[in-house]
Nanobody, 121 residues
């Protein structure tokens, strides 16, 4: 089975920086896209950034130029460097991975448990 373990997050003041990481494990699984979503209180979960196994990235407009996503394919780990944080970035951040079992073509979505990011004004 696939497991996503997140680390990082916490509290920071306006304009500060935080880094998140997410390590994926799962014997015989191939990880395709990996990324981060977030959910603020009373709002729907939204895409923050995603990166393919080839390194192609996609960002939400609200974080472009401030957040950087990267990954280490050898360790199945994805990172999110968050700079110039704003109170509007306050949310629970969830790691996401799309993966399939070797020898199959059926991919599934997997989620981490979430980590809180709080930005004070």
């Amino acid at each position: 089975q696939v497991q996503l373990v997140e680390s990082g997050g916490g509290w920071v003041q306006y304009g500060g920086s935080l880094a998140l990481s997410c390590a994926a494990s799962g014997s015989s699984f191939i990880f395709m896209s990996m990324g981060w979503y977030r959910q603020a209180p009373g709002k729907q979960r939204e895409l923050v950034a995603v990166i393919s196994s080839a390194g192609t990235t996609q960002y939400a407009d609200s974080v472009k130029g401030r957040f950087t996503i990267s990954r280490d394919n050898a360790k199945n780990t994805v990172f999110l460097q968050m700079n110039s944080l704003e109170p509007e970035d306050t949310a629970v951040y969830y790691c996401h991975a799309s993966a399939f079992l070797e020898g199959t073509r059926q991919s599934n979505d997997y989620w981490g448990q979430g980590t809180q990011v709080t930005v004070s004004s």
